[in-house]
């Protein structure tokens, strides 16, 4: 069986360093590694708009912003293929079978719809097409007949809920769909990056992000500013981990041969932990570390990005190729599907033959 990837991301906004560290690195390490025989990324525009359906502009507007943000990355169109969701309609109709394999019950004991739904305050008036996003989704991944789909945590539930619908549907109308396995990060502090102000979901909306498309300036004083442990009041009293933001964020992106480059007074982040914990160590020294950490991780994307930014006409041009590749390979899918559940009735040679020949014996 071959192996392949489908993942993307919701175009609601500029890409952060969340994005990053949960899924951005890790496509662009899988689609380097040669294991993979194709790799299928998502702008998944569609189910954005289950929640900014009176705001579609602010959709059209960002699908450029992530197609940025992935080539920034360095994904590649040559080895991964990228795509607009809503521009592949075989996955709409695939949506809509699944749909009698699922019931609503289901849909609202999903762990991550429950989230979602509390997040933003839907209450009892919850867009039919958000609560059926883990069947949307579903059709994403074996349109493509997915076998990895590099997740955080948070949304196993969704792949899990994907897998149902799969051996539903095979139990139903026979083999034809192939049944998906998460890939979460293998950093575990990488599956949920908090936000810089040490709340535990970065998010646009909160404003404590660290997009990668920042500058150099903007990134400094989002790093300088971040929160740590509200008790370590002056650098000789012992200081917390648990909840210190920066600290998660060195857990993320800290490697040993940063301290030789950028502080060679320890040898590696537990000596700089322990230091902390037992006082005598103060934030800004930290933060200033990972500043460091940080501008060396995103000067590249931030070059490239600006670069990207002077060939968007050509980058339009990698999404629709990249369409064109995802529809055809969705149809065939859909051609399966259909053929499974006896509604391809014009390719049913059989059928029509069948149907013909008992009405000409009605007749005779």
Not at 231 to 250: Q, W
């Amino acid at each position: 069986m071959s192996k392949i990837i489908l993942t993307g991301d919701r175009p609601t906004g500029k890409l952060h360093i969340g994005h990053y560290v949960g899924s951005l690195r890790r496509r662009v390490e899988l689609q380097n590694s040669g294991e993979y025989d194709k790799i299928f990324i998502m702008i998944a525009d569609a189910q954005a708009l289950t929640d900014n359906a009176d705001n579609p502009d602010k959709i059209r507007e960002n699908i450029i912003e992530v197609a940025l943000d992935y080539l920034s990355c360095g994904l590649d169109p040559a080895k991964s293929n990228l795509f607009i969701q809503s521009m592949v309609p075989e996955l709409t109709e695939l949506c809509f079978y699944y749909m009698n394999l699922v019931t609503e019950a289901r849909l609202k004991r999903n762990p991550t719809v429950k989230t979602e739904i509390q997040m933003r305050g839907f209450g009892e008036s919850i867009p039919v097409g958000f609560l059926t996003y883990p069947i949307s989704q579903a059709a994403d991944i074996t349109a493509f007949k997915a076998t990895t789909v590099p997740v955080g945590e948070d949304q196993l539930p969704m792949i899990e809920q994907c897998r149902e619908i799969v051996r539903k549907f095979n139990f139903t109308y026979g083999d034809t769909l192939v049944e998906p396995e998460a890939l979460i990060p293998q950093n575990q502090v990488c599956c949920r990056l908090p936000g810089t102000d040490g709340k535990a979901k970065m998010s646009k909306s909160l404003g404590n992000c660290i997009y990668l498309s920042d500058s150099e300036e903007v990134v400094r004083n989002k790093v300088m500013s971040m929160f740590t442990d509200p008790n370590h009041l002056k650098i000789t009293d012992p200081g917390s981990l648990e909840g210190n933001a920066v600290f998660t964020y060195l857990d993320a992106f800290c490697k040993d041969e940063h301290f030789e480059r950028y502080c060679p007074d320890y040898a590696n982040l537990d000596e700089m932990k322990a230091h902390y914990q037992r006082g005598g160590l103060g934030d800004v020294k930290v933060k200033k570390f990972l500043n460091a950490i940080m501008q060396e991780e995103l000067a590249p994307i931030r070059a490239r990005r600006a670069q990207l930014e002077q060939q968007i006409p050509e980058i339009y041009e990698i999404l629709k190729k990249g369409c064109e590749v995802a529809r055809a390979e969705a149809a065939k899918t859909l051609d399966e599907v259909k053929a499974a559940m006896r509604i391809n009735y014009f390719d049913d040679e059989e059928l029509i033959r069948a149907q013909a020949e008992k009405f000409a014996k009605k007749d005779n």
